[in-house]
Structure formats: structure tokens, C-alpha cells
């Protein structure tokens, strides 16, 4: 696997006498993927230079809001000559800064919505520095309509409490090593609140190394350390980190198609099946309406894979904790070919869990669960509320009798012996959680779990 940093100053002078020696210390720490992102006119025609000369490595071009005070409409026209280059992949940095107000406000606010515009003229994502500067950050880019090309709030230094704006303008989250200082609880739990698709890493060297660095210059391979206390903080392995930070840079960045939807996926070691893409609730806080992808897997099949495909594409299942249907669609809506593929898992000692919004029954117009007892372990339901009106207004169902059908679902399930959890998203001020737990655990009697709000898998 491999690492993209998404933001990093080797065109900094820091890396003059040694610039080759830190490149291959990133390839060999697995980073196979580098933005050098400008900070001034000069800097970035040199972060142009090295995008030509080093394979895997990209520019972007911009001028810090430090330098706000020098930006001049000839200097946005070279800007503007350089972003043409097909190295180029992003406008930026530029933002507010009001830590050190190196410039005025005023100018910083000019040419932050100046780097905006050319964004917008070169179709290219702008790269955001924000500190000390939220509130006047997130109303220029809601002004500015940033969502027209996207962007990244890079080195993130914000609260969790932000995080649902910035992820409401279409904007992406960086996140750097000052994660890993005892005192970021905030930026950690920041962390744990940015979704698997808007999620990306970088290094900002050679600033911010991380803690056991601290004091060192920064360099690209330390982004290894990074990932692993990402990877630690929201609970997913290496390899999930890595996928992620690859597949949203080129999502982000448009690098590349990143293909067809997979038929299957790896979280931590479980094997999931992407069984469909349709589905018969239309859930406002679904994945598959703002992206296409799962921690870092793209989701967005063209056609329902069948039986033979999905035991093909499982392979061994006994080297899984467990295979689990799922996907970004309602699994049962292809009851028998579940049925079929589970049937293959238990043979060759697999375990199965089915997630569904538990309207197979519905769907098939007959009780299911006694030919599901049969080779299905687990079943996770996605009650997502405790009363029909919520759950009606959150999950729009696309059938009559939705809720009472999915209580029971549940019911049923647990009759015929299947291990049975029901779970909900916690979306702010619209799910009562607790309520949920009771009627989960006190009146049908099965697990309850609580699934955070925007993260997935």
C-alpha cells in the first residue's frame, strides 16, 4: 500500500541540501504520493520544478496570507499562467491567518477571495489555511459558492463542532502530526468526527513534525507516524488509512478514474459484499448520495454482481472474522443470491452477517428470517429511530409500513435464533439515542449499537 501527503513544502529552501535523501526516505516509508504546495510567486515555479523532476509528486501555486500585502494583479496573472501547467492540481495556499496577521485583515480577505475566483477560472480545488480565523474563513468560502470547485481545509486546527460546516461546503479535511501532541484532544476528536471519504493526511514539512520528532525538521516519511495514530484514533487499520489518504487525493485532486465499484471490501478483517446499489430507504445521511466510496474502497458498481461473481470475489472466507453483505444498497432486495453465497461461507467455515434496514420481509412479502437462521450469524438492523414519524422524515422509506415492518424483522430474527443488533445513527438533534437503546435492548430484547454521525465502516 501507499501514502499520499497532501500538503508539504519541500520547494522550502529547508530541503535545498538534502532534497534527494528526503524523497527517498519517503518512498522507502511507503509515500508515494506528494503535493508541493506554493506559498509565493517564486515558490511556486519551484514547486512546478520538482513536480517535472520526481515521479508521484504534484504542485500547486498560490500566495501564503502571510504575503497577502504583496499580491498584485500581475502576480495573479502569473498565477494564473502557472496553474496551466499539467502539474498543477490545486490554488493554493491561501486563506486568513489572524495568529500572526502578517497582513492586514483586509488584505488577507482580498486575496483570499482573489485565489477563489482563480480557482474557480481553472477548475482547480484551493487549498485553505485557516488559523485563529474560523468564523471569516467559512463565510468567505460559503460567499465565494466554493462548493463549485471544492477544496481542502489543510493542517486542520479547528473543533469538531466545525466540522459539519466545512463538510457542507464541500470541502475536504487535512489533518497533520500535531495530532499526535498530548494536549490535541480537540483536533483527535476533530479527527473522529470527519468522515472516511473527506479525510486526508499530510506532513506540512518541514513544519510540524510529530511529537517524538518534535523540534526536528519535518519530512514526508513521518507521515508514516501519522497514520498510524490516525489509524489508532478512529479505530481502522493501517492499510484503511493508507486507502483512504490515496483514494480521496485523487478523488479530491481528480488525479485519475478511480474505476469500477468494488464487489468486495476490507475493514480491519472483515470482508464486506457490496451485494447492491439499490436500496428501498433513501437515508439523508446515506454514504452513497455525496460519495462513492467507504473508507477509501469505491462502491459505485454499474451492476449487481451475482452469486458466482460475489463467492468468487469472497475467495477463502475463514481468513475473515467474518464476510458481512452490505454495500451501499438493501442486500435482500437479492435474497437468493445471498442466501447462495452464505450458503458457500458457512461450508468453508466462514462466519456471516447480514446489515440491512430490515425490509427483506416486506420485500419478499413473507417472513424471511427462518431461511436466513440457516446461514446467517448476525444480523445488524438499521432501526435509526425509536417512533414511525422519525423514522419516516430521516430514512424517507420507499414502501408503506416501513418502521413496523422492520420492528418485525427484528422480532422475527431473534425468534428464529439469530444474534441480532440493532443500531442507529446519531444525527444531531434528530435521533433520540436513548430512546432508541430502550426500545432496542428493554422492549425487543436484542444489542444495541450507535453508529457516529457521518463516519461509515
Known amino acids: 500500500m501507499a501514502l499520499a501527503d497532501s500538503h508539504c513544502h519541500l520547494n522550502d529552501q529547508a530541503f535545498d541540501e538534502d532534497r534527494d535523501e528526503v524523497i527517498e526516505r519517503s518512498r522507502k516509508s511507503g509515500v508515494e ?86 480557482a474557480k477560472e ?3 480545488p484551493v487549498i485553505v489555511h485557516c488559523r485563529d480565523a474560523m468564523e471569516d474563513t467559512l463565510k468567505i468560502l460559503s460567499k465565494e459558492r466554493i462548493k463549485k470547485v471544492c477544496g481542502v481545509m489543510h493542517c486542520y486546527s479547528g473543533t469538531d463542532s466545525d466540522v459539519s460546516t466545512i463538510l457542507d461546503l464541500g470541502m475536504y479535511i487535512s489533518f497533520s502530526a ?13 479527527m473522529m468526527a470527519t468522515p472516511g471519504h473527506r479525510l486526508l493526511l499530510e506532513t506540512d514539512s518541514p513544519y510540524l513534525a510529530p511529537q517524538k520528532k518534535r523540534g526536528t525538521r519535518n519530512e514526508p516519511s513521518n507521515l508514516a507516524i501519522l497514520a498510524d495514530n490516525a489509524a489508532r484514533i478512529r479505530g481502522i487499520s493501517r492499510e484503511d488509512i493508507e486507502r483512504i ?40 445521511f446515506c454514504t452513497r448520495f455525496y460519495s462513492d466510496s467507504v473508507q477509501g474502497h469505491n462502491l459505485r458498481i454499474t451492476h449487481d454482481p451475482t452469486a458466482i461473481q460475489m463467492i468468487k470475489a469472497i475467495g477463502d472466507p475463514s481468513i475473515y472474522d467474518e464476510i458481512v453483505f452490505c454495500g451501499f444498497g438493501e442486500p435482500t432486495l437479492h435474497l437468493d443470491r445471498i442466501l447462495e453465497v452464505a450458503k458457500s461461507v458457512k461450508k468453508q467455515g466462514g462466519k456471516v452477517r447480514l446489515n440491512t434496514n430490515g425490509h427483506g420481509s416486506i420485500i419478499a412479502n413473507q417472513d424471511i428470517t427462518p431461511a436466513l437462521s440457516k ?4 444480523i ?73 454521525y457521518n463516519l461509515v465502516g
Open 33 to 118: 504520493i506528494i503535493l508541493n504546495v506554493g506559498y509565493s510567486i517564486e515558490n511556486s515555479h519551484k514547486a512546478i520544478v520538482l513536480a517535472e523532476k520526481y515521479q508521484g509528486m504534484y504542485a500547486s501555486v498560490g500566495i501564503h496570507p502571510h504575503h497577502a500585502s504583496t499580491v498584485t494583479k500581475k502576480s495573479i496573472r502569473e498565477l494564473k499562467e502557472m496553474a496551466e501547467h499539467p502539474m498543477v492540481i490545486a490554488i493554493g495556499e491561501t486563506g486568513l491567518d489572524y495568529y500572526r496577521n502578517q497582513s492586514p485583515k483586509n488584505d488577507q480577505v482580498k486575496s483570499f477571495r482573489t485565489h477563489i475566483n482563480l
Open 122 to 124: 481553472t477548475s482547480k
Open 178 to 190: 500535531n495530532i499526535t501532541y498530548p494536549k490535541a484532544h480537540l483536533l483527535r476528536d476533530a
Open 245 to 284: 489518504s490515496v483514494s480521496n487525493f485523487k478523488t479530491l485532486f481528480n488525479i485519475e478514474d478511480t474505476g469500477n465499484g468494488r464487489i468486495t471490501y476490507k475493514i480491519r478483517n472483515s470482508l464486506y459484499v457490496n451485494v447492491t446499489k439499490e436500496c428501498t430507504n433513501e437515508c439523508s
Open 375 to 378: 446461514v446467517v450469524d448476525h
Open 380 to 452: 445488524s438492523v438499521s432501526m435509526n429511530a425509536a417512533d414511525k414519524d422519525t423514522y419516516d422524515n430521516i430514512c424517507q422509506p420507499l414502501m408503506p409500513n416501513a418502521f413496523d415492518s422492520m420492528l418485525k424483522f427484528i422480532k422475527d430474527a431473534k425468534k428464529c435464533g439469530i444474534k441480532v443488533t440493532a443500531s442507529v445513527v446519531a444525527i444531531p438533534d434528530k435521533v433520540d439515542v436513548e430512546k432508541c437503546r430502550k426500545l432496542a435492548e428493554v422492549e425487543l430484547g436484542v444489542r444495541f449499537r450507535v453508529r457516529n
